[in-house]
């Protein structure tokens, strides 16, 4: 077991996706670039004449994820029968991100991502394959009414 404190290397952040049947799959081997990761919240400013600092309130927060990687006809076959099948039942995609510290990722080093279900998950808000370059990339956000969360152990198996 490594130390899971101190830097580390994109070459071991790891990512799972739910497929179209709800199994949760590693899909690391098929991506190249994973984009910003965690929760950004709105803001509203609330500062009076009176504050000696400016003051802001807390909205709902916003968790997309950017994904790509070199076009493979496996990643490919899951994006599309996901967007052509569960998610236009309404349904959501588990996700997880895995951030190894030093080394593959293990349980107690950081992990982002939402359990997916019927009412709660990740959707794919846009999934675009380059014939230029032979690559993809897509854009997951979630939906419903459970934000996704960092913790140190897997959201779904």
Not at 48 to 58: H, L, P
């Amino acid at each position: 077991m490594a130390s899971l404190t101190g830097r580390t290397n994109a070459k071991h952040i790891g990512v799972s996706l739910d497929n179209v049947s709800g199994a949760f799959t590693d899909i690391t081997a098929y991506v190249s670039n994973v984009g910003t990761i965690g929760l950004t919240h709105e803001t509203t400013d609330v500062t009076a004449f009176s504050d000696g600092v400016k003051n802001v309130t807390i909205g709902q927060p916003s968790a997309p994820i950017s994904l790509s990687g070199p076009f493979d006809t496996t990643l490919h076959a899951q994006m599309i029968a996901y967007v052509n099948g569960k998610q236009t039942a309404g349904e959501g995609l588990g996700l997880d991100i895995y951030i190894g510290v030093r080394a593959a990722w293990e349980d107690g080093a950081p992990c982002f991502g939402l359990i997916g279900a019927a009412t709660t998950g990740y959707q794919v808000t846009s999934y675009t394959v380059s014939s230029s370059g032979m690559t993809w990339s897509a854009t997951l956000e979630p939906f419903g009414a459970t934000a996704p969360t960092w913790t140190t152990s897997v959201h779904s198996t």
